[in-house]
């Protein structure tokens, strides 16, 4: 478990140095998960330390997102000013959002296969 | 010092009410098999909000705890290269495909809040802030300074967005007659970012790793876009 810990906050650390160092807008995190990608992908293969203990913790990553959700109380007011048209707009958007992406990747994958197919 | 004093000034209380809340939460989504409506996040935040009312605890009080829990969000984020990396071969067959969805699943998340924006006449620091409600939090705040919205508020949008798609997700996919994991996946990382992300993860793995890269890449993109379809859109 301590070298799970070691691994995830080790790339956590670098990417935040640097996106700091490069001004990127992205956050460390992200950055972190895609290096830590591609040094797996360099590698061939999962350390053990992070291939045992890592598909425990995703099942429970919703936990980590409720202290955000709670957040909502303090921005009540801002909220409130728009009872009706703020939340039937995010509805909109993000189901929308969603369809959109969905339909472009359904048509995608069927153009890569009948790319491959002939 | 009271009792009552100690309880709502000690970070032990908003780790614990935390824990307890997702276990209560976790408990329901098994009672109700997993339904959409009885999502984690939704409800553990809304049992924690309840209690919080009743003890007299603001948010801050709250946080004194909580954000040990909120902490780990960076380590979990990095670790979803795990699953990603597990998924190579898919990505490698299907990696066009899912770049070209993700391009213009950005560029959706945008105009889409915008436009339904502007529909209800909703004013400009409004419509500035909904812009880049589809990415994970600090990005998103990010990009509402840059683009003159107000950045708290974008934080909020960003919560309920991500709750909205982590509900509608399964549902939608379902009613679109499509069966592919890495387009539940997918669409769910780029409409609904990282509570998305979480949610499918209870569904299948390979949903989740996908929705883990989805999420990483529409942050990027989004930064990069928004500001330039924000020009277009409200000249």
């Known amino acids: ?118 | 010092m009271s009792v009552l004093a100690w309880v709502q000034g000690s970070p032990l209380t908003g780790l614990l009410l935390t824990l307890a809340a997702y276990r209560a939460a976790l408990a329901l989504s098994r009672r109700y098999h997993g339904h959409p409506l009885a999502n984690t996040v939704l409800m553990g935040a809304v049992l924690v909000i309840a209690v919080l009312l009743l003890l007299g605890m603001d948010f801050q009080q709250y946080m004194k705890g909580a954000s040990f829990i909120q902490f780990l969000l960076g380590p979990v984020t990095v670790a979803l290269a795990i699953p990603l990396y597990n998924n190579l071969g898919r990505l490698r067959k299907s990696g066009f495909a899912i770049l070209l969805a993700i391009v213009a699943g950005s560029v959706a998340g945008v105009v889409t809040a915008v436009c339904s924006g502007l529909l209800f006449d909703m004013p400009r620091s409004m419509l500035l802030s909904l812009a880049p409600r589809s990415v994970t939090t600090p990005i998103a705040m990010g990009v509402a300074e840059v683009l003159g919205g107000i950045p708290a508020l974008s934080a909020t949008f960003v919560i309920v967005t991500g709750i909205i798609g982590a509900i509608f997700a399964k549902p939608l996919v379902r009613l679109m007659g499509m069966h592919d994991d890495v387009v539940l996946g997918v669409a769910t990382g780029v409409a609904a970012h990282g509570i998305g992300t979480a949610r499918v993860f209870q569904l299948s793995e390979t949903a989740g790793a996908f929705a883990g890269l989805a999420m990483g890449l529409t942050g990027l993109f989004t930064a990069i876009l928004a500001p330039i379809l924000v020009h277009y859109l409200l000249l």
């Not at chain 1, 959700?69 to 703020?86: K, Q, R, T």
Request: contains cysteine; aromatic residues 10%.
């Open chain 1, 1 to 118: 478990m301590i070298e799970t810990f070691i691994w995830l906050l080790a790339y956590q650390f670098i990417g935040e140095v640097i996106a700091r160092s490069l001004g990127w807008p992205v956050p460390g995190a992200v950055l972190g998960m895609l290096l830590l990608f591609l040094t797996l992908c360099a590698r061939r293969g999962v350390p053990a330390a992070l291939r045992d203990n890592i598909p425990r913790l995703m099942t429970h990553m919703s936990l980590l997102f409720i202290p955000a959700g709670v957040g909502i109380l303090a921005f009540w007011p801002m909220l409130s000013a728009h009872p009706l048209s703020l939340p039937l707009v995010l509805v909109v958007a993000t189901l929308s959002t969603f369809i959109i992406t969905a339909l472009v990747l359904q048509l995608g994958l069927w153009w890569q296969a009948r790319g491959k197919a002939r």
